[in-house]
């Protein structure tokens, strides 16, 4: 197992998200909502609400076909299953995080929307033109490799296909305090700056229809203020980062 299957591999997780369910007060034997689930399955920086802000500025339709690449426990993909109503395959480089994604399609009745499967961003498991939307959240800090992860995310794109993500960026000093949430120590961890994403992007084929740098801006607050994300406390999987305090 490498490091970074090592990073993102959890014993037991099936009993394990059973337990923290039922923990939050929700009962696993009754469908579940994509949106009450909200608080547990979006794995990435904002939570439930960044994903909400990508759905709306990419203006996803149902008729969309959409790729979610690096899944984790597929909470986005759900949400766009439920609401718009898009068909979404999602790969996943952690058999965990698959079998819990596979779990929690069954306990949201949306299994007929959602597909899972392990699978690499640097060599996706789909024909060339399969997707008018390739989604990416909290990934592309994993991958060193970014000329082939963009190729390979143009490669299943259809012509005028679009690529939304959400993605940490390199800061002006390099991070030298692990491990983070998303690597273990220095190997996993492939931050580049926004203007390194923008080059090498556009070297991709790529055209910013949108990018905005919030790195500047206070943290979001949780998702609990909504009244659907009941759930917010037991079953946050959120961690934040920020600058060491200056010592006193
Ligand atoms: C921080 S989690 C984000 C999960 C999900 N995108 C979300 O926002 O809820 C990062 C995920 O990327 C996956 N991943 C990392 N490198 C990958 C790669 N090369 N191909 C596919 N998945 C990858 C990890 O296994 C992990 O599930």
């Known amino acids: ?84 109503g898009c068909l979404v395959d999602c790969i996943d480089l952690s058999p965990d995080y698959c079998v819990a994604a596979l779990l929690l399609n069954r306990l949201t009745g949306l299994g007929e929307h959602v597909s899972v499967q392990v699978g690499s961003a640097l060599d996706i498991p789909f024909a060339d033109n399969s997707f008018d939307v390739v989604w990416m959240q909290n990934v592309g ?57 923008h080059a090498v992007l556009a070297r991709s084929g790529f055209s910013a229809l949108y990018f905005e740098d919030v790195s500047a801006a206070p943290l979001p607050a949780p998702a609990n203020g909504m009244d659907e994300c009941t759930a917010q406390v037991p079953l946050s999987l959120s961690a934040y980062v920020d600058k060491p305090r200056a010592e006193s």
């Open 1 to 84: 197992m490498t490091g970074l299957e090592n990073h993102y591999s959890v014993n037991d997780i099936e009993t394990r998200i059973l337990t923290a369910l039922r923990a939050a007060g929700l009962n696993p034997e009754q469908r579940l909502s994509p949106v009450k689930l909200g608080a547990l399955d979006h794995f990435h920086t904002g939570g439930f609400r960044a994903s909400l802000v990508l759905k709306d500025l990419v203006q996803i339709r149902a008729e969309d076909h959409v790729l979610d690449i690096g899944a984790g426990l597929a909470g986005p993909a759900r949400m766009l299953a439920a609401s718009p």
């Open 141 to 197: 800090m994993n991958i060193p490799d970014k000329p082939k992860l963009y190729q390979e995310i143009s490669r299943v794109l259809k012509a005028g296909g679009r690529f939304a993500f959400q993605e940490m960026l390199a800061g002006e000093t390099p991070a030298t305090y692990f491990p983070l949430p998303w690597a273990t120590d220095t190997a996993d961890n492939s931050l580049i700056s926004a203007s390194e994403m």
